[in-house]
Structure formats: C-alpha cells, structure tokens
C-alpha cells in the first residue's frame, strides 16, 4: 500500500456496527451516552438524548484534546528545562569535584614533601645533636685518659724504687716523687660530661609544630605546687610547676614544652579555662576556672613527657558568695528607693538599672553603686533589661501592650507594641535581642522579636493563677527556666515549650528573679525563705547565702561576677562578691 492508500483508509467513513445499521454510517454523537451512533442509532436507542453532529463534538473535543496536549507540552518543557539545569548542576559539580581533589593531591603532595623535607631535617639534626654530644664525650674521655696516664705513670716509678729498695736511690728520689703525686692529686680533676636530655615534642602533627627540644629539664624531677590533697572554690584558681634538671636543681629553657590538661572526672572533657605565667626562671604558673563543681583530673607533661606523679585530682566545691557592701536608701531623692523591683546590668558600660516602683523612675547607677540618673515615668516599672546596644527596655503594665524603650542617657526611643501582651510583669532580653516576656493573667512566657512585630515562643508555664513571675533564656542549651511562685518552684522548658524538669522542690518559698552566674549556675531569689540560692542548671542545689534580706526580689550579674539584688522591704540593692 502507499501513502495515499492508507490515508484513503484512514478518511473512510466508519460504519455503525449495531445490527441491521451495518450499512449506516456514524454521523452523530450522543452526549448522554458519549458514543458515535448512525442516523437509525439515533431514532430507535437515542430519541431522547442529546444528540449533535459528529464532526461539531469531535472539534469541541479536539479543542480539549489540544488544551490538555499544551498543558502537556508545556510540562514536557519544564521538565526538559530541569533536566537540563540538572545536568549543568552535575557537571559544575564534576568540575569541583575535579578542582577539589587537584587541590587535594598539590596540598597532599606539599605535605609529602614539607614532611620528607622536614624528616631529613630532624635527622640532621638529630646528627649534628648526636656528633656535638659524641665530641664532648669523646673530649671528656680523653682527659681522664690524660689523667689516668699521668698517675699511672707517676704509680709505676714509685712502686719500682720501693721494689729496688736501694737506700740511697729511696732517699734521693722520696721528695721528688712525693711533690710529683700530691701535685697530680691536687690537680683539676676532670669533670663527668652529663649530655642533656633530648626530646622529640609533636605539638601539631598535620601542622608540622613538632621540634627538637634540647633541655636539662628532666619530666621526672619537675615539682608541682599547690596540688596535694587539693580542695577548691568554684573560682579562678592557681598552682605552680617548677622544672628542675637531673641535679634537682631549678632549671629554665624557653624551648621547654610545659602543657596542662584540666578534665572534668566523670565526663573525662575539658571543663576549665587555663592560662600560663612564666617568671623565665623554670617557675610556671598555672590558672583557670573550673566551669562546674565536681572532681576534675588534672594532667602534665613536660616536653612530651608525663609527670610521674601525674594525674592529679582536684575536688571543686561550689562557691560561696560573700556580702561586699549595699547601696540606697528609703526615699524618693536620688539615690533612694521607695520599692525597688528589677534590676539590670549593662554589658557595654556597666551601668546599673533599678526599677524604683513606687516612685514610677529609673535609676541609674555606675559599678561602684554611685547614683547617676534618672528616668521619669508615666506608670509603675516592674521589669527592665539592657538591650545588646546598650538600651533599656522597661516593663510599664499601665502601657498596654506596650514596651518601652530609652537610651542609656534616659531619652525616649520608642514604643514596642505587640497584641499578645495582656498583663505582662517581666522582660528580658537574649545575646539576638529577642525579648522574653512573663504574662501573669495569661500565665505564660512569651518571645517576640526585638521589633514586637513577630511571634517566636509562646510557653503555657503553670497551672495556678498569676503564678509566672520570671522567665531567662539559657542560651547553651536553649531551655528557659521559669519562676513558679506559687508552687514554689522553677520550671525548665524546651524552646518549643516541653516541660523538661523542675528545680528547688521542697527548698524554695515564693521565688522570683532568676540570673546565670559566671560559673553556669543558677541564682534563684527564694524571696520566702529571704535567701540567694545557688543550683547548677540541671537542677542540684549547691549553696545559699546568709539570711540578710528581708525581700529579695530580682537579681543581675555584673560582667565582673558580682551578684547584685534589690530588697523591695529594705530600699536597697545587695552587693555580693
């Protein structure tokens, strides 16, 4: 057949199939049915049914059949599109790959050859070392010989005269023989060459920091002070290590390789910050600040060597903060207080923030306690924080759903509205500016974004009424910590607001401010009990202060460590080291 034939074929028109219409052909489309039927079709099965022209259904179905094929088409295309930037992607890929593991076999390759550079230089001088200490000894050796021969040979001529034992030759030859020994005894004797230790110290091995250290320091004999039995505060603290050479004498070298590892015992990980002092005198001392209590074990080497009495273990207790000294007094001039309630400290500057509550003021402070100013308000302040840029934001329940916020030098900046504050009692800000609300009728702990603008957390954080007084972000392990204050508790939760545990049952009364000291650990005011106490942040109990307050409310800490609390009974602020 050819080309026209089966196009012939194609066009032929279709014939009904339905008995006795075999001669009838499909003319009609009934849109009840959706079937193509013949002239007769449509009289005898179809007469009540929607029936049109075939070739009119078959063009409103082509144009359907071409909106679906376009929308087809145009997927195709897309898809081709992808695979086409798929493939670009791959082969950028393939070609950074390539760039990648080139740079990889040239940065190998330089290894190599810095590291076959660096070998034949050790080994030279490892040589030069060698031959230097084989010269002296060689030197050595010789003059005891020198010596050796000397006597030996004086030795010989006395014992042969004694063995002639001719009177004559004894006599004549006593003095010379007598002056020619006492002179070799009294002479110089020729000293023990003690070649000095040699070691090989891998500092940085990828690095190449290794060297030769050559040094009369001798590892075994080195002393360490301040470290028997030893029992210590939370709080920087120092020893010292004393290098000493094989003579046990105190010996220096600047190439001398000292290192010092602090470990917390039971996690077996670095939990100290170290410094090193040196006197330049082989008098090292060593500083640093465990991070927790428990015991800790502490490490030596000297030059790559472990001491011999090393590891050590030091058993940290918690710290126990001392009153330094107070600040203010009843009243409403500067410098008094008439109900202080939250307190701040600046990161930037220093300065301390008082909310003076009944007075509807903040006041202002340097780190000494010296009063600097203050900023009047409209309403009572129960809440007040630094910002990162060094701005106050202050807490005013009278502005509703309102936060404001000042300069440091107490002008008005502006306004933070947001629609979920109902009755907030307490802010506080992050290290990203987020501000952490407390909501008392709402019962919740609430974060927005610095702007007010964004909801980010919202924590349901008790069960009784006005409960929630305080609520802090911990930033290391993202949980906020919550005062319950009427069940005596502080609630820890996740950042998406799971309970997680809970801190102080049955030694908390009414407590309020929370902070994070320098150590890691959390202050709670347990305004019922009128103390400071101290518990890690997963909850231990480690210490507490003496009963001075009569009612601690909020607390700060000051970049030094310092812990400062406002007694709202007592008008002042504590001051405690």
């Known amino acids: 057949m050819q080309v026209d034939d089966v196009d012939e074929l194609i066009r032929r028109p279709v014939m009904c199939s339905v008995q006795y219409h075999q001669d009838q052909p499909l003319e009609y489309y009934c849109k009840d049915c959706y079937v193509c039927t013949c002239i007769k079709c449509s009289v005898v099965s179809h007469n009540r049914h929607t029936m049109v022209d075939m070739q009119k259904a078959a063009d409103e179905q082509k144009v359907q059949i071409v909106e679906t094929l376009k929308k087809v088409k145009e997927e195709v295309a897309i898809f081709e599109k992808k695979m086409k930037y798929q493939t670009e992607l791959m082969n950028k890929n393939k070609a950074q790959?390539?760039?990648?593991?080139?740079?990889?076999?040239?940065?190998?390759?330089?290894?190599?050859?810095?590291?076959?550079?660096?070998?034949?230089?050790?080994?030279?001088?490892?040589?030069?070392?060698?031959?230097?200490?084989?010269?002296?000894?060689?030197?050595?050796?010789?003059?005891?010989?020198?010596?050796?021969?000397?006597?030996?040979?004086?030795?010989?001529?006395?014992?042969n005269i004694l063995e002639r034992n001719i009177n004559a030759e004894i006599l004549q030859t006593k003095p010379v023989i007598i002056r020619r020994c006492e002179d070799l005894l009294n002479a110089i004797k020729p000293l023990i060459y003690k070649p000095p230790r040699v070691h090989y110290v891998v500092e940085q091995k990828m690095d190449i920091l290794d060297r030769v250290v050559v040094s009369h320091t001798d590892p075994s004999l080195t002393l360490i002070e301040g470290l028997s039995g030893y029992e210590t505060e939370q709080m920087e603290t120092h020893f010292t290590i004393i290098t000493r050479d094989s003579e046990e004498s105190q010996c220096y070298n600047e190439e001398d390789h000292i290192r010092c590892d602090i470990r917390n015992y039971t996690e077996n990980s670095l939990e100290a910050d170290v410094e090193f002092e040196d006197d330049e005198e082989g008098c090292y001392t060593v500083m640093y600040t465990p991070y927790c209590v428990g015991l800790y074990?502490?490490?030596?080497?000297?030059?790559?060597?472990?001491?011999?009495?090393?590891?050590?273990?030091?058993?940290?207790?918690?710290?126990?903060?001392?009153?330094?000294?107070?600040?203010?007094?009843?009243?409403?001039?500067?410098?008094?207080?008439?109900?202080?309630?939250?307190?701040?400290?600046?990161?930037?500057?220093?300065?301390?923030?008082?909310?003076?509550?009944?007075?509807?003021?903040?006041?202002?402070?340097?780190?000494?306690?010296?009063?600097?100013?203050?900023?009047?308000?409209?309403?009572?302040?129960?809440?007040?924080?630094?910002?990162?840029?060094?701005?106050?934001?202050?807490?005013?329940?009278?502005?509703?759903?309102?936060?404001?916020l000042f300069s440091e030098e107490g002008q008005f900046v502006e306004y933070i509205d947001n629609e979920h504050l109902k009755f907030p009692f307490h802010v506080s800000t992050d290290n990203e500016d987020y501000i952490t609300i407390c909501d008392q009728e709402s019962n919740e702990v609430i974060v927005i974004t610095p702007d007010g603008t964004e909801l980010v957390t919202r924590i349901t954080a008790s069960e009784h009424e006005q409960s929630v007084t305080y609520a802090i972000y911990h930033e290391d392990t993202d949980r906020f910590f919550v005062s319950d204050s009427n069940a005596d508790l502080v609630n820890v939760f996740d950042e998406d607001g799971n309970f997680l545990y809970e801190i102080g049952r049955g030694r908390l009364l009414h407590p309020v401010g929370l902070a994070f000291d320098k150590f890691n650990n959390l202050i709670v005011c347990d305004t019922g009990n009128q103390r400071l106490k101290v518990f890690t942040i997963d909850g231990d109990f480690l210490s507490e202060t003496e009963q001075c307050f009569h009612t601690p409310y909020f607390v700060a800490v000051s970049t030094g460590g310092d812990i400062l609390v406002t007694d709202y009974e007592k008008n002042c602020v504590f001051i405690f080291q």
Request: proline content about 4%; glycine content about 6%; hydrophobic content about 30%.
């Open 97 to 159: 790959i390539s760039a990648a593991r080139e740079k990889m076999n040239e940065t190998v390759d330089d290894c190599i050859r810095l590291l076959t550079d660096h070998k034949a230089m050790m080994n030279a001088k490892f040589d030069e070392i060698n031959q230097a200490h084989q010269k002296a000894h060689t030197t050595h050796l010789e003059n005891f010989q020198l010596t050796v021969t000397q006597l030996e040979s004086s030795l010989q001529q006395g014992e």
């Open 297 to 404: 074990e502490v490490k030596f080497e000297v030059n790559g060597q472990p001491l011999d009495s090393s590891p050590w273990r030091v058993q940290v207790i918690p710290h126990q903060y001392q009153f330094d000294f107070r600040f203010g007094s009843s009243g409403n001039g500067p410098g008094q207080f008439n109900g202080p309630y939250d307190i701040a400290v600046s990161d930037k500057t220093g300065t301390i923030a008082v909310s003076d509550y009944e007075s509807k003021r903040i006041q202002l402070f340097d780190c000494e306690g010296r009063y600097l100013r203050e900023i009047r308000l409209r309403c009572n302040c129960t809440s007040l924080d630094f910002t990162k840029s060094g701005h106050i934001i202050a807490l005013t329940p009278g502005d509703v759903h309102k936060i404001s």
